[in-house]
């Protein structure tokens, strides 16, 4: 199956600063990388996805790109602010393995 | 409320009883998906239904669980002989499969089921 590794855990930045995270798999049949944002207490919410036909996507100050030959995506957040706080997930494989989460602190 | 529902949302058993959760998907998606999760980590995948048929279940599931979804729409998920290991978030989510095993949408997450083992 796939396995799904996620670097760093833990992540602190100063507000206005940049944040990113990373993640590799496995399986090069994987075509679809999601990344969840979960609060605390809350369920996970899809923030931004990529599928493997493109290296890139953006939306507003979120961006995720993927390395189909080195089989990594990153998520990559500008202009951090306090509310960005949260655990990330990023997901891939066809039943949607989870990395283990990178825990975000924005410090104002 | 059109968004992923569950039920109930807390549960507490002693060791060895059965327990049962309910998860009501959005009701156009035809996928749904069974995953667990314990503090600091990331969901586990447990098992996923298109439509009525259960496609896949993790390797790593005892066969104390069972997981159905007799209709289509609604889904149970069954823990038999309950253990302490398996006390944990059980998050239910569905999604607008395409046309296709290998296509794959946004998940829409419900508020999960605590399930404490005693």
Not at chain 2, 5 to 21: A, E, W
Not at chain 2, 25 to 44: A, D, F, K, M, V
Not at chain 2, 76 to 85: H, K, N, S, V
Not at chain 2, 92 to 102: D, R
Request: aromatic fraction near 10%; charged fraction near 20%; glycine fraction near 8%.
């Amino acid at each position: 199956g796939e396995n799904v590794e996620q670097h760093p855990s833990t992540l602190s930045v100063q507000e206005g600063d940049s944040a990113v995270i990373k993640c590799t798999y496995s399986d090069s049949a994987s075509n679809y990388f999601p990344w969840y944002k979960q609060e605390l207490g809350k369920r996970p919410q899809l923030i931004i996805d990529i599928r493997s036909n493109v290296g890139e996507k953006k939306d507003q100050r979120i961006a995720v790109t993927l390395n189909k030959t080195a089989k990594h995506f990153s998520l990559h957040i500008t202009e951090t602010q306090p509310e960005d706080s949260a655990v990330y997930f990023c997901a891939g494989g066809y039943a949607l393995n989870f990395g283990k989460g990178t825990s975000l602190l924005v410090t104002p | 409320d059109t968004g992923v529902s569950q039920d109930p949302r807390h549960k507490i058993t002693k060791r060895g009883q059965n327990v049962t959760f309910r998860c009501d998907p959005i009701s156009e998606h035809n996928r749904l998906y069974w995953y667990r999760q314990t503090l600091g980590q990331g969901p586990e995948f447990l098992t996923y239904f298109q439509n009525e048929a259960q496609l896949e279940k993790s390797r790593l599931l005892s066969d104390r669980f069972s997981a159905e979804r007799p209709k289509g729409s609604f889904s149970t998920l069954e823990i038999q002989r309950t253990e302490q290991g398996d006390s944990a978030m059980y998050l239910c989510a569905s999604s607008l499969g395409l046309a296709g095993l290998n296509t794959y949408n946004e998940q829409f997450f419900g508020p999960g089921t605590r399930l404490t083992v005693l």
